[in-house]
Protein backbone atom coordinates (compact mmCIF):
# COMPACT_ATOMS: atom_id res chain seq x y z
CA UNK A 1 0.00 0.00 0.00
CA UNK A 2 2.75 2.37 0.64
CA UNK A 3 4.59 1.87 -2.78
CA UNK A 4 1.12 2.56 -4.51
CA UNK A 5 0.81 6.48 -2.43
CA UNK A 6 3.89 7.21 -3.02
CA UNK A 7 3.85 6.54 -7.01
CA UNK A 8 0.25 8.52 -7.37
CA UNK A 9 2.06 11.67 -6.82
CA UNK A 10 4.68 11.01 -9.06
CA UNK A 11 2.11 9.95 -11.55
CA UNK A 12 0.15 12.89 -11.30
CA UNK A 13 3.74 14.95 -11.65
CA UNK A 14 4.39 13.39 -14.94
CA UNK A 15 1.29 13.60 -16.48
CA UNK A 16 0.97 17.31 -15.60
CA UNK A 17 4.36 17.96 -17.17
CA UNK A 18 3.18 15.89 -20.26
CA UNK A 19 0.10 17.93 -20.96
CA UNK A 20 -0.03 20.87 -22.60
CA UNK A 21 0.73 22.80 -19.13
CA UNK A 22 4.37 23.91 -19.89
CA UNK A 23 2.24 27.49 -20.69
CA UNK A 24 4.19 29.70 -22.82
CA UNK A 25 4.93 33.40 -22.73
CA UNK A 26 2.30 35.55 -23.60
CA UNK A 27 4.02 37.95 -26.61
CA UNK A 28 1.91 40.79 -28.09
CA UNK A 29 2.60 40.43 -31.57
CA UNK A 30 2.42 43.28 -34.28
CA UNK A 31 -0.04 42.89 -37.45
CA UNK A 32 1.33 43.49 -41.14
CA UNK A 33 0.28 47.00 -40.94
CA UNK A 34 2.57 48.65 -38.18
CA UNK A 35 5.77 47.02 -39.15
CA UNK A 36 5.34 43.50 -37.22
CA UNK A 37 5.60 39.68 -38.35
CA UNK A 38 3.36 39.14 -41.73
CA UNK A 39 0.13 37.13 -41.10
CA UNK A 40 0.17 33.36 -41.19
CA UNK A 41 -0.17 32.19 -44.85
CA UNK A 42 1.37 36.03 -45.69
CA UNK A 43 4.09 36.18 -48.42
CA UNK A 44 6.36 37.68 -45.71
CA UNK A 45 6.36 33.93 -43.94
CA UNK A 46 5.04 32.39 -40.88
CA UNK A 47 7.67 32.40 -37.62
CA UNK A 48 6.94 30.29 -34.49
CA UNK A 49 8.69 30.51 -31.12
CA UNK A 50 8.51 27.35 -29.20
CA UNK A 51 9.64 26.11 -25.95
CA UNK A 52 10.82 22.44 -26.65
CA UNK A 53 11.88 20.65 -24.07
CA UNK A 54 13.70 23.98 -21.99
CA UNK A 55 14.79 25.47 -25.25
CA UNK A 56 13.65 27.77 -27.31
CA UNK A 57 13.27 26.66 -31.00
CA UNK A 58 11.92 28.89 -33.77
CA UNK A 59 9.93 27.51 -36.92
CA UNK A 60 10.03 29.95 -39.84
CA UNK A 61 7.89 28.97 -42.94
CA UNK A 62 8.17 30.99 -46.28
CA UNK A 63 6.11 29.64 -48.72
CA UNK A 64 6.39 26.08 -48.59
CA UNK A 65 9.43 25.71 -47.21
CA UNK A 66 11.31 26.26 -43.74
CA UNK A 67 14.10 28.58 -43.16
CA UNK A 68 17.35 27.50 -42.03
CA UNK A 69 16.50 23.94 -41.64
CA UNK A 70 15.46 21.07 -43.81
CA UNK A 71 12.08 20.20 -44.46
CA UNK A 72 8.90 20.41 -46.04
CA UNK A 73 5.83 22.21 -45.11
CA UNK A 74 2.12 21.59 -45.63
CA UNK A 75 -0.50 24.31 -45.26
CA UNK A 76 -3.48 23.12 -43.54
CA UNK A 77 -4.93 25.60 -42.64
CA UNK A 78 -5.08 29.64 -42.05
CA UNK A 79 -2.35 29.46 -39.13
CA UNK A 80 -2.13 25.75 -39.05
CA UNK A 81 1.26 23.48 -40.87
CA UNK A 82 2.27 20.44 -41.20
CA UNK A 83 6.34 19.77 -41.11
CA UNK A 84 8.04 17.51 -41.80
CA UNK A 85 11.35 17.25 -40.96
CA UNK A 86 14.31 14.51 -40.01
CA UNK A 87 13.20 14.46 -36.45
CA UNK A 88 9.74 13.86 -36.99
CA UNK A 89 6.57 15.39 -38.30
CA UNK A 90 5.27 18.93 -36.48
CA UNK A 91 2.11 19.92 -36.40
CA UNK A 92 2.47 24.06 -36.10
CA UNK A 93 -1.04 26.33 -34.47
CA UNK A 94 -0.70 30.26 -33.77
CA UNK A 95 0.36 28.45 -30.07
CA UNK A 96 1.29 25.25 -30.27
CA UNK A 97 3.73 22.33 -31.86
CA UNK A 98 2.55 19.10 -31.55
CA UNK A 99 6.00 16.86 -32.54
CA UNK A 100 5.04 13.39 -33.56
CA UNK A 101 8.09 10.81 -32.79
CA UNK A 102 11.80 11.71 -31.66
CA UNK A 103 13.01 12.81 -28.25
CA UNK A 104 10.97 16.01 -28.36
CA UNK A 105 7.76 14.28 -29.02
CA UNK A 106 5.11 16.12 -27.25
CA UNK A 107 2.89 18.94 -27.37
CA UNK A 108 4.48 22.42 -26.76
CA UNK A 109 3.46 26.07 -26.41
CA UNK A 110 4.41 28.66 -28.93
CA UNK A 111 4.14 32.61 -29.63
CA UNK A 112 4.30 33.87 -32.90
CA UNK A 113 7.73 35.78 -33.26
CA UNK A 114 8.89 38.51 -35.86
CA UNK A 115 9.62 37.88 -39.58
CA UNK A 116 13.55 37.84 -38.65
CA UNK A 117 14.57 33.93 -37.75
CA UNK A 118 15.76 33.63 -34.90
CA UNK A 119 18.89 31.01 -34.53
CA UNK A 120 18.23 27.88 -33.10
CA UNK A 121 21.60 26.41 -32.07
CA UNK A 122 22.61 28.26 -28.67
CA UNK A 123 19.21 28.92 -26.78
CA UNK A 124 21.21 31.48 -24.79
CA UNK A 125 21.87 33.97 -27.76
CA UNK A 126 18.16 33.26 -28.97
CA UNK A 127 16.12 36.40 -28.88
CA UNK A 128 13.30 35.96 -25.79
CA UNK A 129 10.48 37.96 -25.97
CA UNK A 130 9.33 38.19 -22.66
CA UNK A 131 12.07 37.61 -20.29
CA UNK A 132 10.09 37.45 -17.09
CA UNK A 133 7.58 34.63 -18.73
CA UNK A 134 10.46 32.80 -19.81
CA UNK A 135 11.74 32.93 -16.08
CA UNK A 136 8.67 32.21 -14.77
CA UNK A 137 8.21 29.15 -17.14
CA UNK A 138 11.34 27.98 -15.92
CA UNK A 139 10.64 28.17 -12.75
CA UNK A 140 7.65 26.17 -12.72
CA UNK A 141 10.25 23.45 -14.87
CA UNK A 142 12.63 23.79 -12.01
CA UNK A 143 9.70 23.03 -9.20
CA UNK A 144 8.61 20.33 -11.42
CA UNK A 145 11.59 18.44 -11.76
CA UNK A 146 11.96 19.07 -7.82
CA UNK A 147 8.72 17.44 -7.12
CA UNK A 148 9.79 14.49 -9.41
CA UNK A 149 12.74 14.38 -7.38
CA UNK A 150 10.94 13.91 -4.60
CA UNK A 151 7.95 11.63 -5.65
CA UNK A 152 11.34 9.54 -6.82
CA UNK A 153 12.88 9.79 -3.37
CA UNK A 154 9.35 9.12 -1.54
CA UNK A 155 8.85 5.69 -3.97
CA UNK A 156 12.58 4.32 -3.05
CA UNK A 157 12.23 5.17 0.71
CA UNK A 158 8.55 3.41 0.13
CA UNK A 159 10.03 0.57 -1.66
CA UNK A 160 13.02 -0.12 1.00
CA UNK A 161 10.51 0.30 3.41
CA UNK A 162 8.44 -2.76 1.78
CA UNK A 163 11.49 -4.70 1.60
CA UNK A 164 11.86 -4.42 5.06
CA UNK A 165 8.72 -5.16 6.03
CA UNK A 166 8.40 -8.68 3.35
CA UNK A 167 11.49 -9.50 5.31
CA UNK A 168 10.37 -8.67 8.83
CA UNK A 169 6.94 -11.12 7.03
CA UNK A 170 9.20 -13.58 6.14
CA UNK A 171 10.75 -14.10 9.58
CA UNK A 172 7.90 -13.82 11.77
CA UNK A 173 5.98 -16.39 9.36
CA UNK A 174 9.33 -18.46 9.86
CA UNK A 175 9.11 -18.03 13.40
CA UNK A 176 5.56 -19.14 13.43
CA UNK A 177 6.62 -21.98 11.53
CA UNK A 178 9.01 -23.15 13.84
CA UNK A 179 7.49 -22.58 16.97
CA UNK A 180 4.26 -24.25 16.00
CA UNK A 181 6.90 -27.74 14.90
CA UNK A 182 8.02 -27.14 18.38
CA UNK A 183 4.58 -27.28 19.80
CA UNK A 184 3.79 -30.09 17.65
CA UNK A 185 6.63 -31.57 19.05
CA UNK A 186 6.11 -30.89 22.79
CA UNK A 187 2.48 -32.30 22.28
CA UNK A 188 3.59 -35.65 20.80
CA UNK A 189 6.21 -35.68 24.05
CA UNK A 190 3.50 -34.62 26.30
CA UNK A 191 1.49 -37.84 24.90
CA UNK A 192 4.11 -40.15 24.79
CA UNK A 193 4.72 -39.87 28.96
CA UNK A 194 0.87 -40.01 29.66
CA UNK A 195 1.10 -43.09 27.90
CA UNK A 196 4.30 -44.11 29.96
CA UNK A 197 2.49 -43.15 33.12
CA UNK A 198 -0.01 -44.57 32.42
CA UNK A 199 1.67 -47.86 31.72
CA UNK A 200 3.51 -47.75 35.08
CA UNK A 201 0.15 -46.82 37.02
CA UNK A 202 -1.20 -49.68 35.60
CA UNK A 203 1.59 -51.64 36.69
CA UNK A 204 2.09 -50.03 40.05
CA UNK A 205 -1.97 -51.17 40.71
CA UNK A 206 -0.57 -54.85 39.27
CA UNK A 207 2.02 -54.65 41.46
CA UNK A 208 -0.30 -54.03 44.75
CA UNK A 209 -2.80 -56.25 43.82
CA UNK A 210 0.08 -58.83 43.59
CA UNK A 211 1.70 -58.00 47.07
CA UNK A 212 -1.14 -58.16 48.74
CA UNK A 213 -2.65 -61.65 47.27
CA UNK A 214 1.29 -62.63 48.48
CA UNK A 215 0.67 -60.96 51.83
CA UNK A 216 -2.56 -62.57 52.43
CA UNK A 217 -0.90 -66.05 51.28
CA UNK A 218 1.40 -65.53 53.56
CA UNK A 219 -0.38 -64.27 56.37
CA UNK A 220 -2.71 -67.59 55.90
CA UNK A 221 0.35 -69.45 55.69
CA UNK A 222 1.64 -68.04 58.87
CA UNK A 223 -1.47 -68.72 60.52
CA UNK A 224 -1.78 -72.20 59.24
CA UNK A 225 1.97 -72.71 60.52
CA UNK A 226 1.07 -71.47 63.53
CA UNK A 227 -2.26 -73.87 63.80
CA UNK A 228 -0.07 -76.89 62.65
CA UNK A 229 2.78 -75.80 65.78
CA UNK A 230 -0.17 -75.77 68.54
CA UNK A 231 -1.79 -78.82 67.20
CA UNK A 232 1.81 -80.60 67.15
CA UNK A 233 2.40 -79.19 70.14
CA UNK A 234 -0.85 -80.78 71.81
CA UNK A 235 0.19 -83.95 70.33
CA UNK A 236 3.43 -84.16 71.83
CA UNK A 237 1.51 -82.88 75.23
CA UNK A 238 -1.32 -86.13 74.82
CA UNK A 239 1.59 -88.43 73.73
CA UNK A 240 3.61 -87.19 76.52
CA UNK A 241 0.49 -87.69 78.99
CA UNK A 242 -0.02 -90.47 77.88
CA UNK A 243 3.11 -92.45 78.19
CA UNK A 244 3.28 -90.69 81.71
CA UNK A 245 0.00 -92.53 82.22
CA UNK A 246 1.07 -95.29 81.09
CA UNK A 247 4.37 -95.64 83.26
CA UNK A 248 1.76 -95.04 86.09
CA UNK A 249 -0.15 -97.60 85.70
CA UNK A 250 3.03 -99.83 85.09
CA UNK A 251 5.07 -98.43 88.20
CA UNK A 252 5.17 -101.46 90.46
CA UNK A 253 8.97 -103.93 89.24
CA UNK A 254 8.90 -106.65 86.96
CA UNK A 255 10.44 -108.44 90.13
CA UNK A 256 7.89 -107.22 92.54
CA UNK A 257 5.02 -108.85 89.50
CA UNK A 258 3.48 -111.82 90.45
CA UNK A 259 2.29 -114.53 88.19
CA UNK A 260 -1.13 -113.71 88.43
CA UNK A 261 -0.68 -110.68 87.87
CA UNK A 262 0.80 -110.96 84.96
CA UNK A 263 -2.03 -113.30 83.56
CA UNK A 264 -4.79 -110.99 84.38
CA UNK A 265 -3.12 -108.69 82.53
CA UNK A 266 -2.17 -110.78 79.45
CA UNK A 267 -5.57 -111.46 79.39
CA UNK A 268 -7.54 -107.92 79.62
CA UNK A 269 -4.72 -107.42 76.72
CA UNK A 270 -6.45 -109.89 74.82
CA UNK A 271 -10.01 -108.77 76.05
CA UNK A 272 -8.88 -105.36 74.57
CA UNK A 273 -7.57 -106.47 71.17
CA UNK A 274 -10.85 -108.49 70.79
CA UNK A 275 -12.86 -104.86 71.04
CA UNK A 276 -10.95 -102.80 69.06
CA UNK A 277 -12.37 -102.58 65.48
CA UNK A 278 -9.86 -99.93 63.42
CA UNK A 279 -11.96 -99.52 60.50
CA UNK A 280 -14.71 -98.26 62.97
CA UNK A 281 -11.62 -96.30 64.24
CA UNK A 282 -10.74 -94.81 61.05
CA UNK A 283 -14.45 -93.60 60.63
CA UNK A 284 -14.68 -91.66 64.07
CA UNK A 285 -11.32 -90.28 62.95
CA UNK A 286 -12.77 -89.01 59.92
CA UNK A 287 -15.48 -87.59 61.04
CA UNK A 288 -14.13 -86.00 64.79
CA UNK A 289 -13.34 -82.33 64.71
CA UNK A 290 -9.47 -82.72 65.76
CA UNK A 291 -6.68 -80.99 63.86
CA UNK A 292 -5.21 -82.62 60.72
CA UNK A 293 -1.46 -82.90 62.28
CA UNK A 294 -3.78 -85.37 65.33
CA UNK A 295 -6.08 -86.96 63.11
CA UNK A 296 -2.66 -88.18 60.77
CA UNK A 297 -0.78 -89.09 64.13
CA UNK A 298 -4.26 -91.01 65.43
CA UNK A 299 -4.73 -92.84 61.88
CA UNK A 300 -1.06 -93.88 61.96
CA UNK A 301 -1.61 -95.25 65.48
CA UNK A 302 -4.84 -97.02 64.46
CA UNK A 303 -2.80 -98.86 61.62
CA UNK A 304 -0.03 -100.09 63.98
CA UNK A 305 -2.83 -101.13 66.39
CA UNK A 306 -4.56 -103.53 63.43
CA UNK A 307 -0.77 -105.31 62.74
CA UNK A 308 0.07 -105.10 66.73
CA UNK A 309 -3.37 -106.27 68.59
CA UNK A 310 -0.68 -105.49 71.85
CA UNK A 311 -1.32 -101.90 70.90
CA UNK A 312 -5.36 -101.55 71.00
CA UNK A 313 -5.58 -100.64 74.71
CA UNK A 314 -2.80 -97.53 74.27
CA UNK A 315 -4.69 -96.45 70.94
CA UNK A 316 -7.90 -97.04 72.19
CA UNK A 317 -7.01 -94.83 75.36
CA UNK A 318 -5.63 -91.72 72.94
CA UNK A 319 -8.72 -92.27 70.89
CA UNK A 320 -10.75 -91.74 74.14
CA UNK A 321 -8.97 -88.91 74.91
CA UNK A 322 -8.56 -86.85 71.25
CA UNK A 323 -12.48 -87.27 71.33
CA UNK A 324 -13.10 -86.38 74.92
CA UNK A 325 -14.58 -88.96 76.37
Not at 128 to 143: E, K, S, T, W
Not at 172 to 180: A, F, G, I, K, R
Not at 221 to 228: G, H, P, S, Y
Request: negative net charge.
Amino acid sequence: MPRFLSALPLALTLAALSAPAVAGPTISTQGPGDGGAPAAGAGAGFVLDCRINGRLERFAIVGNALVDRPGSVIQLDTGVFSVLTDQGNVLLTEDSAQITGGPDAGKWDCVRGSATPAPTGDPGTAPIADPGALAALQQRLDAAQNAIAAAEARRNAALEEIDVLQAELAASLHMEQTEQAARLRAEAILEERGADLAEARERIQAGDLERADLEAALAEAEAANAALSAELAAAQAEEDMTESEMDRDGAPGAEDMSEEATDAGSEAGQGAAMMFDADAALAMLEAAEISDIARAALVAAVEQARDNPDMAAEVMARLQNAMGQ
